[in-house]
């Protein structure tokens, strides 16, 4: 069976009636060709600017796990859409830059940097998000927009990609208490010994129960 949702991005879900098989439900944008359509330049610019950051893939997946379990990672229902997590990862690993330190650090350290900031300091309705050059934190006039977020599109600086994520605050809200959680179960880890020796505790669970950690990042 098809279903196809009523959407800016539509979606079809298949769903495997054998019986014999696990059902599975499985979420695909389609997007239809058009003169409007940036689609393949979207995906060759993503594609870019996770190879001159590599950190933002790992982070992006995790997020993105993190918002679908929270009912946050679509925008046609107010949440970021994945082109928007995306920018938003780039913009805070570029500023991780400009304070010269290292992006290929421990990306569960990253993690937590970016819940917090994200989470405890960015303002959607003060600040305004660009990655062009070498990004940038613009002040957003008061008046100058009544969207809840400003995203720039890197494609298309008039496009404000953001326009759409109204349930914004409800993702500020989780990304705070998400670094709540996790700073709190860090506070109570056991200090045995140096950080090479001690052993791997996953706490990423303890905010995505749902995601595998069974990959070679440790968070």
Do not use: W
């Not at 949702?5 to 769903?15: A, G, N, V």
């Not at 499985?26 to 979207?42: A, M, N, V, W």
């Not at 720039?152 to 409800?170: A, E, Y």
Request: glycine share 6%; net charge neutral.
């Amino acid at each position: 069976m098809v279903v196809l949702e009523d959407s800016i991005s539509p979606k079809c879900t298949q769903l495997n009636r054998d019986s014999k098989r696990d059902v599975k439900s499985i979420r695909l944008d389609i997007s239809f060709k058009s003169p409007s359509h940036t689609g393949l330049q979207t995906t060759q610019l993503v594609k870019d600017l996770t190879e001159q950051f590599p950190a933002a893939t790992p982070l992006a997946l995790v997020l993105k796990q993190f918002l679908a379990d929270r009912s946050l990672d679509q925008s046609y229902s107010g949440g970021l859409s994945s082109y928007c997590l995306v920018l938003l990862i780039i913009r805070f690993l570029q500023h991780e830059h400009h304070l010269g330190r290292p992006i290929n650090q421990n990306v569960g350290s990253l993690l937590m940097d970016l819940l917090y900031f994200f989470g405890n300091v960015f303002d959607p309705r003060q600040m305004r998000i660009s990655v062009q050059g070498s990004g940038v934190y613009i002040n957003r006039e008061r008046g100058y927009s009544i969207d809840p977020i400003h995203i720039d599109d890197p494609l298309f600086p008039s496009n404000n990609v953001g326009r759409n994520c109204f349930r914004i605050h409800q993702c500020i809200k989780a990304f705070s208490e998400a670094y709540s959680v996790l700073e709190k179960e860090l506070a109570c880890l056991p200090d045995e010994g140096d950080a090479c020796s001690r052993p791997a505790h996953r706490i990423l669970p303890k905010i995505i129960p749902s995601i595998d950690i069974t990959g070679r990042h440790n968070f």
